[in-house]
């Protein structure tokens, strides 16, 4: 396992404990106690809060919170400094607080400056402070942009002037929204400073309109440029149907204000989208709130009840998916997860589809090995790491056996390790039995999905057998499988390609990309088509094909 820890002059630590994808658990060093990441910080705010700070310890197991620091001035100046904020709110968690750049999105300028509000977060004695950043928001001219990402940028270098404690975790947070060349000029300019955490601003708006493909990209844009064992924050992003999205691609952690929002619109979250009270006859959920009544019987209740009751249904799912993530992440079936999670909504399975273009980014920073096997449904699937990093070992890394005169391209069997399926036990006894002197010359290699070609050497290679694929593939599946097959053929010095063709999985095109490929390289090319239970008749044409190519070689 690896630990990655840095530390800025006092001792705060951010250790990672677990890893799948680009997600971590890690162990985030405060002030006021160590909490456990991906972790959600529900927004409190004292004016107007449906859950008190102490139940949202207590009773849903909350280790830290987000208030607002501009607010808590406005409203309550010197009163958290005088009791400090944790007495001020009864919480004895960690506290977070953010800066009011909500309130510069929402109203354009506010009533204090970048100098200000720090001194205000370290005089409260929050846990977790944030610099006041000036969100991009998203319908906005790239001229706009810069200017945000500028004055941020300005206010951040600020902080270390203005800064006089040191045992307070400063957040350094990206802007540039939908401008990626902004993101990552925003990201490299902020790495350069000493920030315990970072954060991504902005996303709110781009999650209210379900642009998700443009919040991978923004995600991405900002961890390629930000270094990558630093806690990661995503600014507003509150809702459950995409926390495996954004914990997969390294984001650390959330604070969320919509489970009250949308409690005071009668929403009801699930972790696979949003219900209207009104629209539901039943509770689908097994939180302590909801086995205990109805639909019917919440909708009747006075406002304040109601809001209260949705309130906390609605951060029990929050929390409770967190959960799922985590154990998830533990796993390492984080993908499988992000798969169910992503046929909640067309534009979630975008945002899946999306990985693709990250794909060697996120092979790149993803753990080699986990425990279980893994499952693979269609061809967002070939975006996995395990299939990405098989293709670059098998291009860049291997060459066959020196010897291998013939390949033998057998099709994918259910049983695994490959090895040792009944179809290719007969096999090797037919070679064991007649052509024993030639062994040597003859190298079997499945083709299979999603992985391509797998020289039968490696095929216990974790997880080349410790996977199931869902049949029929798909014709993408197909495509980039034949495609692999070809790949090998070229980056390979074979003589002959002998093919066992399975028609009922691969129809034509392995077939046909086989012979193109070796006519194109001037190699031999055979082959044999079997259907399901014709192994004998295989065999037959096996022996016959091999003692004529064997009786031709020089
Ligand atoms: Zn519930």
Known sequence: MRVCSFSLGFKMTFEIKERDLLARIGRLKTKSGIVETPLLFPVVNPSIQPIPPRKIGEVF????????????????????????????????????????????????DIETTPKEIVEYQEKIDTDIATILDYPTGLKVTRKHAEKTVNTTTKNAKQLFKTKTRNDILWVGPIQGGRYLDLVAKSARQMRKLPFQIHALGSPTEI???????????????????????????????????????????????????????????????????????????????????????????????????????????????????????????????????????????????????????????????????????????DHTDLARPYVVRHRKKLTERYSPPKEAEILLLIPQTRTKPLHKSKELKEIKKLLQDTFKQHLNKIHTCFYTAPFGIIPIELDEVYPLSQHETALPLDK????????????????????????????????KNILNTCKKTCKNKNIKFKHINIKEKRTKTMLTSLKKILQKTLSEQP
């Open 476 to 507: 993408e599946t197909i495509e980039y499988v034949t495609k692999q097959t070809a790949n090998y053929i070229n980056n390979t010095n074979y003589k002959t390609i002998i093919l066992i063709n399975d028609t009922e999985n691969w129809n």
């Open 61 to 108: 197991g909350c280790e830290a919170l987000i208030t607002n620091a501009y607010i808590l001035k406005k409203r309550f100046q010197n009163q958290p400094a005088e009791r400090g904020l944790h007495k001020f709110l009864d919480f004895n968690g960690v506290v977070m607080t953010d800066s009011g750049a909500y309130q510069i999105l929402r109203y354009g």
């Open 207 to 377: 999650m209210q309109q379900y642009r998700f493909d443009l919040l991978v990209d923004m995600i991405v844009t900002a961890k390629m440029n930000l270094p990558i064992d630093k806690p990661l924050h995503l600014f507003g992003a509150g809702h459950p149907i995409m926390f495996s999205l954004a914990i997969a691609l390294g984001c650390d952690l959330f604070d969320s204000a919509a489970y009250a929002i949308y409690a005071r619109n009668n929403r009801y979250m699930t972790p696979n989208g949003t219900h209207r009270l009104e629209e539901l006859e039943y509770f689908p959920c097994p939180c302590p709130k909801c086995t205990k009544t109805t639909p019917k019987a919440v909708s009747e209740l006075p406002t304040k009840k109601r809001q209260t009751f949705l309130a906390e249904h609605n951060l029990y799912t929050c929390q409770a998916e967190i959960k799922q993530v985590k154990q998830a992440i533990k796993n390492g079936r984080l993908w499988e997860h992000l798969q169910t999670r992503a046929h909640s909504h067309p534009t979630l399975l975008q945002a899946l589809k999306k990985l693709k273009k990250y794909e060697d980014y996120i092979e790149k920073h993803s753990p080699a090995t986990k425990k279980s096997g893994i499952f693979f449904y």
